[in-house]
Structures are given as C-alpha cells and as structure tokens.
C-alpha cells in the first residue's frame, strides 16, 4: 500500500533529521563546528500512476557554510597575526628606551654635563676628571645595555620564526591529507562533514601564521597557497617550508620536488609580521643606535687627539668602538688614566680650549640610519619618537585587525554556527513529523486489517 510505503518513508526521513539537530546539538560549544541540517525531497510518483507520491527522502546532508564569510575569516586572521607578534617587541622598546633613569639622552646629557663641569671649576682637578670618565663609562654603558635588548629581541624573533615555520609544516601536512581523506568520503558518498570541519580550522590556524589565497575544488579539497602565489597544498599533495643560516635566516618552500625562496616580509600573518618588524624597525634602530655610538665616540676622541694632557703631551681617544661586538659596542679605553684627558688647547695644564670644544660637540650633528642628520642632543629623541610612531601605528592597525577579526568570526557564527533555540524548534517539528507518520501508519494498518476482515 502507498499510504504506508509514504508515511514509512516520512518517519525514516524525520529520524535522519532528527539526527542532524541532535549532532549540532551535541557540539554546540564545539570550536569551528558547522551546523548540518537534512535536506528532504519529495519522491514522485510512478510514470503513469495516478497516486499522489511516494513520499519524501533526505537528498543530502547540508552544511550551512558560507565561503566568503569563510574567506573573510581567514584574511583577517593574517591580518590580527602580523600585528599582533610585534607589539610586544615595541611595547619592551618604548619601556626601555622611555626610561629617563636609563635613556641614551640622559647618558649623553650626563657625559658633557660632566665635561661642563670640569670648565666651569678646575681643568685639573683630579675628581672633576675622574668624574668625566666615570660619565664616559655609564654612557658605554647604556649604548651596550640597549645594544643587548636589540640582540636579544634579534634572537626571539628569529627562533619564533623557526617554531612557526616548524608548526605550519605539521599544519600544512595536516590539511593535505584531510584533503585526500575528503576527496575519498564524496566519492564514495559517505558524510565527510566532520572532516571538512578539521580541514578548515586548521587553515584558520595557518592563515594566522601566514597569509593565505585558498581555493575550492570540485571534488571538496580546498586548494591552499601563500598570497605570493606559491602552492602549499594541492589536493593530497602538502609542501614544506624550511628555514636555514643563524644571524641571517633564508626561507625557503619545496613543492613537489621543487624549491622557492621566500620573501618572508611578503608573507603575511605572524611569520611576515615577524619579518617585517625586523627590517623594518628592529635592525634600522640598532643601526641607528650604533651610528650615535660610532659618531660621538669619534667626534669625541678626534677632539681629544687636538689637545693636551696633564704633562703636556697629546691627548688619547676616550672611546673604543667596537661595530662587531654584541655586548661591548662601546666601552672606555683600557687602562685610562684621569690625567690623559686633553682639556688644555695650548699645551698648559690650567688651559681649557680643547675643554670648550669638547663641550661644544653635544651641539654638532651626525647622521643616523633612517633618521637623517641631528644634533647628538636630540639623537636619541628622535629614535624614540620614531619608535612611538612605530608603536602607535602598529596598535591602530592591531585595533582594527581584532575588530575584523571578530567581525568576520561573528558573521561566520550567524551562518555556520549552531543556535541551540532554533535546534528546539527542529527537534519539535521532526518530533511531530515523525509522530504524524507513525500515525498515518496505523491509519494504514487498520485500513489493512479492515479490508481482510471484508475478504473474510
């Protein structure tokens, strides 16, 4: 009989969705779940046959996903990661370099202010000198104290890089073979949702680590590469990012048997945030730092070889610049005595000439990598305020990165994500379908029985 074949249908069809409501219940605090809903058709009836149908299948399973909300999600993403690795390098550099008790600007303020002090009583006083070259020392001091926090930044920022690069290898293999495994569950018609699931949360969690163009294919894998163009995955097929050399690391992409080098400041997310951080701020101020360091030591050691000692003789430099040294860029010169500072122009122990134009030097310029020309005095102001400038741009961006990104996972949510009353409303509609059909089915049964009874 029709009339059972069709409710039978309806109470089999009521139970998968059913089914469907109960799993997104069941994970409806699940991270990056995607509610799936039965999509019922009615079944026509026979060519020929005058019957109204012959009742109702589920075509499919649907996943509520929207591929540009998606998208969207995974840009921003790139964008919250790049950002958001730098800060804290910029904020440590704003604390440090802002600290008037540690500043360049004090040391420097504090180093001719000494000098100032020796003109203004007694060139030869023995502790008015000493207290020049312990001035002299604190100024080495602070130049190699920052030098120090710039290595040691160095040295964080090139280890995260290779963790990440580390990471999104094991992320990158990950999605290729959920690829593979999708390709095969829609070929042989089996629900491969939970697995489409895992695929994209784990190119979310690449896409911050590295910007990412991802395209669909026709038979359900997704297609992944970074924004400069080269493939990372390729249906099954996963490359592998490698990183090599210490002080200066080289990165590089192999993909089937082939290998590109990659322009990491290009690359977006935390690992060309990273990158870009270090080229573009961290490397410009150590060198800006030790082009101050380099110029006042000569400035200042040139003008002690113009004048006299305390027995008559020329002066000797005060400073040694060391350019290749990580933790002694700048130090005083071994062994220097009080009485080899050159104050006298004219060779007369009481004369403060040459003193007059060593004090002068705070007033004269140098050249700093990314600054230009300053005055020494104002050196250091500059780099700082270049910095803030840094920092604040970095922020702005860094606010405006979290509010899309939270925007983009909110409209992902509004489509994808499960909404536990809109499930209560499923779970009664197919509750009643189903009783409704077990209904008509003992309508049907006792028409059945009925007609026996007529038959005898």
């Known amino acids: 009989m029709s009339i059972l074949n069709n409710a039978l249908s309806g109470a089999i069809a009521s139970q998968l969705a059913l089914s469907a409501s109960s799993q997104n219940i069941a994970n409806l605090q699940t991270k990056g779940y995607t509610r799936q809903a039965a999509l019922l058709t009615a079944v026509a009836p026979s060519t020929g046959s005058s019957e109204a149908g012959n009742g109702v299948r589920v075509t499919a399973l649907m996943r509520f996903s929207d591929s540009y909300k998606t998208q969207q999600m995974w840009r921003s993403a790139s964008d919250l990661g790049a ?102 569950a829609n070929a042989t018609g089996s629900n491969a949702s939970a697995l489409v699931d895992a695929r994209d949360q784990a190119i979310d969690s690449l896409a911050s680590q590295m910007g990412l163009e991802v395209s669909d294919q026709p038979d359900g894998t997704r297609n992944v590469s970074l924004k400069t163009g080269q493939s990372l995955v390729l249906g099954g097929i996963a490359g592998q990012l490698s ?39 961290l490397l410009p101020l150590q060198q800006g730092v030790a082009d101050m360091a380099q110029q006042i030591a000569d400035k200042v050691n040139n003008q002690l070889k113009a004048g006299y000692a305390m027995d008559g003789t020329p002066g000797k430099p005060l400073f040694v610049f060391n350019p290749g040294s990580a933790s002694n860029m700048l130090q005083v010169a071994s062994g220097y005595q009080t009485s080899d500072l050159a104050f006298s122009g004219d060779g007369k122990p009481g004369d403060t000439g040459n003193l007059q134009q060593l004090v002068a030097i705070k007033n004269q310029t140098i050249t700093m990598t990314k600054i230009g020309t300053v005055m020494i005095g104002d050196a250091d102001t500059q780099l700082v305020g270049r910095l803030a400038v840094d920092s604040q741009q970095n922020k702005g961006a860094l606010t405006t990165a979290q509010t899309m990104r939270d925007q983009s996972v909110a409209d992902w949510q509004s489509t994808s994500g499960v909404n536990k009353d809109e499930e209560a409303v499923h779970l009664v509609e197919y509750q009643n379908m189903y009783q409704a059909n077990m209904k008509v089915m003992s309508v049907a049964n006792a028409l059945f029985d009925a007609t026996l009874q007529m038959m005898g």
């Open 83 to 184: 950002h958001s690795q730098t800060q804290p390098y910029l904020t440590q550099l704003e604390q440090v370099m802002g600290d008037d008790t540690a500043s360049l600007s004090s040391g420097v303020d504090g180093f001719f202010a000494a000098l100032n002090s020796v003109a203004g009583v007694d060139p030869t006083s023995t502790p008015l000198r000493q207290q020049v070259v312990t001035a002299a020392g604190l100024l080495a001091q602070r130049f190699n104290s920052l030098n120090n926090v710039y290595n040691a930044q160095l040295q964080s920022v090139r280890q995260q890089r290779s963790a990440l690069v580390d990471s999104a290898n094991t992320t990158i293999a990950s999605i290729g073979s959920l690829n593979a495994q999708i390709a095969n």
């Open 243 to 281: 990183v090599s050399g210490g002080a200066a690391q080289t990165f590089s992409l192999t993909f089937a048997g082939t290998k590109f080098d990659l322009d990491t400041t290009r690359a977006g997310g935390q690992l060309g945030g990273l990158s870009v951080y270090e080229q573009d701020t």
